[in-house]
């Protein structure tokens, strides 16, 4: 337990918290975006705010589902809503979607700088191939 006290300060356990969070958070924004119907409607609030019937017009489904899968996508912070008097109006949350990109992004330098170390790991370590016009 000393061990525990003396190496896991308040700032540590903060961080780890934090991160723990985040990762809870990305992770239901990319559930709410595993779906294509979701997706679909993420891409037609680009075009501006749209009351769910507007959202429902290209699916075949009830407006009910299409309710559901707003919901998903408002507690996953991707969508926001406002009601006026009996219609409510759907807008996009781009914070959200900053922020996978941002972690897209932070995945994707690591993935090149591994690979690029990859090959130059491989390109030092191959034998010199035959030069022009040499038979190998």
């Not at 507690?75 to 996009?92: C, F, H, N, P, Q």
């Not at 959200?96 to 030092?124: F, S």
């Amino acid at each position: 337990m000393a061990y525990l006290s003396k190496h896991l300060t308040y700032p540590k356990v903060a961080r780890i918290v934090k991160d723990v969070l985040d990762h809870e958070v990305t992770d239901q924004m990319f559930q709410a975006l595993s779906d294509a119907s979701r997706r679909r409607m993420v891409e037609q609030l680009t075009h501006g705010p749209a009351s769910a019937t507007e959202l429902s017009r290209p699916f075949e489904m009830t407006l009910s589902a299409v309710m559901q899968h707003l919901a998903v996508l408002e507690r996953a912070g991707l969508v926001g809503s406002e009601k006026i008097g009996r219609v409510r109006t759907y807008r996009l949350v781009t914070a959200p979607l900053r922020e996978i990109e941002g972690w897209l992004h932070r995945q994707r330098t690591g993935w090149d700088n591994r690979l690029d170390l990859l090959e130059a790991t491989l390109t030092a370590k191959s034998p010199p191939g035959p030069t022009e016009g040499e038979q190998p």
